[in-house]
Nanobody, 124 residues
């Protein structure tokens, strides 16, 4: 049974930074693409970022490009999301997900495994 556990969320002032972590257990996900998604209050879940199994390829949503950086440490079976220059629109529950296919993030139901999320609140 694969488990993804996110951490690092919290309350931060606008302009600040947070680093989210996602640790996997139950299976080594070194051959999986790992993605981050978020769901703001009253809105649908949206794609944030994805990183290939090797870390050599990344994709970002336009809304976070230049502010967020995704990375992974396969030795730790973990993926990270460094979030800088946060603003109120970044307030959401952030979810980690994994898929064997890099392009799976394009499909609403394409990811194979999901975490339970970590809440990020940005205050103005």
């Amino acid at each position: 049974q694969v488990q993804l556990v996110e951490s690092g969320g919290g309350l931060v002032q606008a302009g600040g930074s947070l680093r989210l972590s996602c640790e996997a257990s139950g299976r080594w996900l070194t051959s999986y693409a790992m993605g981050w998604f978020r769901q703001a209050p009253g809105k649908e879940r949206e794609f944030v970022s994805v990183i290939s199994w090797s870390g050599g390829r990344t994709t970002y949503a336009e809304s976070v490009k230049g502010r967020f950086t995704v990375s992974r440490d396969n030795a730790k079976n973990a993926v990270y999301l460094q979030m800088n220059t946060l603003n109120g629109e970044d307030t959401a529950v952030y979810y980690c997900a994994a898929s064997r296919q890099y392009s799976a993030y394009l499909d609403r139901d394409g990811m194979d495994y999901w975490g339970k999320g970590t809440r990020v609140t940005v205050s103005s």
